[in-house]
């Protein structure tokens, strides 16, 4: 369990996974997603999204397909199968929002 700040959230962490609801996917569900980056004023958090499979789009660009990171199986408890961190595409996201939401729900870690 990560450390806690001063409000009680869950401090953040570079490669910390998360499961959580996202509405910009489509269509909108729970991912897996990995903190990859955190700016100096830690105000933002870079983040991948993890998927079961390689989308077939990203199949025809070998720029893009070289940017899906392999995960094994029971790496960091994703999944139970192969999966990959798609790091073609970095989302941005809030700290204080995703540590409110962890807060509320800390099985999401």
């Known amino acids: 369990m990560p450390n806690k700040t001063s409000q009680g959230w869950p401090e953040l962490e570079v ?3 998360i499961r959580s609801y996202v509405p910009d996917t489509t269509p909108p569900k ?3 997603w990995v903190v990859v980056g955190i700016t100096e004023d830690e105000i933002g958090l870079a ?3 993890v998927n079961s499979r390689i989308n077939a789009f990203l199949m025809r660009n070998d720029i893009l397909l070289n940017a899906q990171y392999r995960l094994e199986p029971n790496s960091q408890q994703i999944s139970r199968h192969t999966s990959y961190a798609d790091c073609s595409q ?3 996201k809030g700290v204080a929002d995703i540590q409110a939401l962890l807060g509320r729900n800390p099985g999401y870690i």
């Open 90 to 92: 970095i989302k941005e």
């Open 15 to 17: 490669g910390m996974v």
């Open 30 to 32: 729970s991912k897996y």
């Open 47 to 49: 983040t991948v999204y």
